[in-house]
């Protein structure tokens, strides 16, 4: 067996259980397995040039001096307004550099040229194939989810996966591309759960994830994202990964819009990791969206990007120089936001979770709407809930 398996195998066995639970919930996407640290066995008691040296090692550490600049500075927009009118006044200001910050969205909206390309009845549903396109050089693909005998039109929630399958995966496609009886895998079906609900379900698939991958990736698999190199390039061109997907849930609102099925007055999102990424960052920027549900991301970024290895489609250049994740929260105000947490989240420590909501808290309290912010913390980890989520849905889309 090559040593490189012999050496992960240990790994999984030794090391933390917080490495093993996230493994094991989400084994088949090799793109979230490479985001893990990778530790080869240690074959003896030398560690480097300075193992016998008296030093301060701690000013050897790459992620402590990424620490301690974080300690050395406050983000120069974090919200310190006292009254509505000057938090909308901050909001206004924060959500122009946001979109900076992302690499800027394009000048105008190019035509959809939407076409269904499938239609097909379920027994409570009926689910489209849907293509758009976003801007130039660059399609969407979705499923649509509307619920069967709507006597009106309906709320929609635009449905955004993590790291996985993509969009199949939340809509009850297994791996081989037939319709699952159980709602498995860390996503739960949720734009299925939705549909149940009574919503209209927009599953998008996220740039670089199932079907809008690199070739290189779908050879490897349909766990295997590209993001990178794609999040790499973006980078290259001053822009971000969560810009580009930020501005595929912007359209697919647009989309969205020309469905007489749909209450346009009553859009939302939901998320679950990198998803929970673009659904935080869509409402913040999207004043469309009534409510967003955010699961298995809200945290500070200084307890879980700062701190631990992530996808490289989570980066913003600069963004800690201006805001934390918390500020986000507060462009969401006063419309709707929901946080999930799993207790035991390795990626998404509940520590910095509950720092980051109590933040947010403060905010929304600015506002006056504090009942528009709702949180549910759970016994499990990097895993969809939902439970809590679709109630403050119920009552607040």
């Known amino acids: 067996m090559p040593k490189r398996k012999i050496a992960r195998r240990r790994f999984l066995k030794q090391g933390s259980a917080a490495a093993a639970l996230v493994a094991s919930q989400l084994a088949a996407s090799e793109s979230f397995a490479e985001s893990l640290p990778f530790v080869e066995e240690v074959q003896s008691s030398y560690q480097g040039a300075l193992n016998d ?96 005998n709507a006597s009106s039109a309906v709320p929609a929630i635009v449905c955004l996966p993590g790291h996985g399958r993509g969009c199949d995966d939340i809509v009850g496609i297994d791996e081989n591309g037939k319709q699952r009886e159980t709602k498995t895998g860390y996503a739960k079906d949720f734009a299925l759960q939705a549909v149940e609900q009574g919503y209209a379900a927009f599953a998008i698939e996220q740039l670089a994830f199932g079907c809008r991958r690199d070739e290189a990736a779908r050879k490897k698999g ?109 462009l969401v105000a006063p419309r709707g936001l929901f946080i999930e947490s799993g207790m035991k989240d390795p990626i998404f420590p509940i520590d910095g979770s509950r720092k980051a909501f109590k933040h947010a808290t403060t905010i929304y309290a600015a506002f006056g709407t504090p009942e528009m912010l709702g949180q549910e913390i759970f016994d499990d980890g990097h895993v969809f809930y939902g439970k809590g989520a679709f109630e403050f849905l119920k009552n607040r889309l």
């Open 53 to 148: 040296l008296t030093v301060n090692d701690r000013q050897f550490d790459s992620q402590q001096f990424s620490l301690s600049l974080y300690e050395e500075h406050k983000p120069s927009m974090s919200f310190a307004a006292k009254t509505e009118k000057s938090a909308r006044l901050w909001q206004k200001r924060v959500r122009g550099k946001v979109v900076e910050l992302l690499g800027g969205f394009p000048q105008k909206r190019i035509a959809l040229q939407a076409k269904v390309l499938e239609k097909k009845d379920f027994k409570d549903y009926t689910r489209e194939k849907i293509i758009f396109q976003s801007r130039e050089n660059l399609t969407v693909f979705g499923y649509l989810l509307l619920p069967q």
């Open 222 to 330: 349909g766990g295997q994202s590209s993001c990178q190199p794609s999040a790499g390039a973006a980078l290259l061109f001053g822009q971000t990964m969560i810009g580009w997907r930020v501005w595929d849930v912007i359209r697919a609102i647009d989309f969205l819009q020309t469905r007489r099925e749909i209450d346009q007055t009553r859009i939302a999102t939901i998320g679950i990791s990198g998803g929970g990424t673009v659904s935080l960052f869509s409402a913040a920027l999207d004043e469309r969206i009534k409510v967003s549900v955010v699961s298995g991301y809200f945290n500070t970024f200084r307890d879980c990007i700062v701190s631990l290895s992530h996808c490289i489609d989570n980066y913003v250049p600069g963004i800690l120089n201006y805001v934390e994740m918390y500020d986000l929260a507060g």
